[in-house]
């Protein structure tokens, strides 16, 4: 009868035999669900108010946008803003972001992850209470100026910390949650803020549109309190030598306070060989994400991000719904903000449905699919708004209403559902912080764009203007299809050096001799 292996040779043989995915293989040999995992489902508790509700906060600001151009009180307060007006009001907020981000990684990589969602959270509240108190067209532009300023530490401070201390097998969906959470929570969000301006438009006094603004303040609320609660991300911890608190948070979360977990320690292991390496490899000066054609490619990649999730015409539902609904017809306030409100829900039904699916599938065909849908969908969207402008057909106006509808799956499916999830995937963590970064520069940079150049556009040219955004959608197209890896099923470590195969060969071979001795170590004490 043949002997059993040895239980230093099985393990070495199951280290050996693909290094480079055993965090991957770990994971997914865990099927115990994280509902049934106390610490860990405490953590996700958690992390819903603290980094998910961050977006909350971007999309109460664009739905209350929306909503307040309906609001009658706030419209003749401002003297009824059109064109370049508009534009300005709107556009300031992503002005505050762009003048902000080069701080970002600063707090972010310097002073951690939580703090740098404290920080943003902090400069909102300060923005949203001067938005609030505004008694002209200036304190109102200086407060969304204010407001912008604090939302990209919050955001790039909370994807980092989502991706970094998720769970591997959930990570993608946390990530793909905290885009569909711009929509609503459970207290405020864009559902909450188009409801609220729905119930204050018809107020007389000025607090028809003051109530919305002063609610701004609740999403940064919950973010400072529950901060308390947050544990900081443990490759944050690992990079200021802090691996002793690192390796208790994974141990507690990840393997339900088992400190012999062998996935915790293969988690660690990875996590800190990657670390080092990088370190070695790379710099993080912002030059330097230029120099080799590996991180070229990573930032070519973020900054079209940057670019689609704004050109792809979702601007203008964000910020101008209701100056859409007036080229096609539907002019009354009351029925513009139940659009708003209606558009809301659902957008936050399925954005919620697809985070929780999209993850699974690759994340290449996630992308072809979203943008090949979007420029067919946006397509139909003009013709339509062509054939209205010509005849005034009201089967023209209602085809427009059903592709503003039909257009919210169509972005949510990728550019909502896993666009952070990806940016945490490309970039390796030296960097995580300044390639966030830079999605959010060129994203707020387009943003400042659409919010100042969309009114102008939309009322001299009208339906002439959406050809722009379907030239610029099926660019998209064929960007995703030359130039987007495939991320999906590997750990983070395990994409540090997607595209530098000798950094990553290095990366596997200091894994495999760290586990394979720790396995050793571990057999000589028993």
């Known amino acids: 009868m043949a002997q059993p292996e040895s239980n230093e040779r099985t393990k070495e043989r199951t280290v050996a035999t693909t290094p480079a995915q055993l965090v991957s293989q770990l994971a997914a040999l865990d099927v115990t669900p994280w509902y049934k995992k106390p610490n860990l489902r405490m953590l996700y508790l958690i992390i819903f108010p603290t980094c998910i509700g961050v977006e909350m906060t971007s999309g109460f600001d664009s739905s209350m946008m929306n909503g307040l151009q309906a609001v009658d009180s706030w419209d003749n307060f401002y003297n009824s803003p059109r064109s370049t007006l508009l534009g300005v009001m709107s556009a300031m907020y992503s002005a505050g972001a762009i003048v902000a981000l080069p701080l970002v990684p600063i707090v972010s990589d310097g002073f951690g992850r939580r703090w740098a969602i404290t920080v943003g959270s902090i400069i909102m509240i300060i923005g949203a209470i001067l938005q609030t108190a505004s008694q002209n067209f200036a304190m109102f532009v200086i407060s969304r100026f204010i407001l912008g300023i604090g939302i990209p530490f919050a955001i790039v401070g909370a994807s980092s910390l989502i991706g970094e201390l998720g769970h591997p097998k959930e990570r993608a969906v946390l990530g793909s949650l905290f885009n569909a959470f711009y929509f609503a929570d459970l207290s405020e969000g864009s559902i909450t803020a188009a409801g609220v301006t729905l119930g204050t438009f018809q107020m007389p006094s000025n607090w028809g549109w003051r109530i919305p603004s002063l609610l701004q303040v609740v999403p940064s609320c919950l973010q400072i309190f529950f901060m308390f609660f947050m544990p900081e991300s443990p490759r944050w911890l690992v990079s200021k030598g802090r691996g002793d608190e690192a390796m208790a948070i994974l141990v507690k979360y990840h393997a339900e306070g088992d400190a012999n977990s062998e996935f915790v320690k293969a988690e660690y292991v990875q ?226 050096f997607l595209y530098e195969d000798d950094e990553l060969r290095k990366q596997e071979e200091r894994v495999e001799k760290e586990i394979r001795q720790e396995n050793k170590d571990n057999l000589s004490k028993e």
């Open 271 to 496: 996590i800190e060989t990657t670390l080092e390496l990088e370190r070695e490899e790379s710099h993080v000066g912002w030059l330097d994400m230029l120099k080799t054609a590996g991180m070229r490619r990573r930032v070519l990649i973020g900054a079209f991000l940057g670019l689609a999730t704004q050109w792809s015409g979702n601007g203008l539902t964000s910020y101008f719904l209701a100056r859409i609904l007036d080229t096609v017809g539907i002019h009354g306030n009351g029925a513009k903000n139940k659009v708003n409100l209606a558009l809301s829900c659902w957008s936050f039904v399925n954005a919620t449905i697809l985070a929780l699916t999209m993850s699974r599938f690759k994340r290449r065909v996630v992308y072809l699919t979203c943008t090949i849908s979007l420029l067919l969908c946006f397509t139909g969207w003009t013709v339509a708004s062509a054939r209205y402008a010509a005849d005034g057909s009201q089967g023209a106006s209602r085809a427009v209403l059903a592709f503003i509808f039909i257009y919210s799956p169509c972005y949510n499916i990728a550019f909502n559902a896993m666009t952070y999830t990806f940016l945490v995937e490309v970039f390796p963590f030296h960097i995580r912080s300044k390639g966030i970064s830079v999605f959010q520069w060129f994203g707020r940079m387009a943003g400042f764009f659409n919010q100042f150049v969309n009114p102008i556009g939309i009322q001299r040219a009208g339906w002439k203007y959406y050809i722009s955004y379907c030239i610029f959608l099926a660019f998209e197209v064929l960007f995703v299809f030359f130039l987007f890896p495939e991320t999906s099923g590997r750990s983070l470590e395990e994409l540090a």
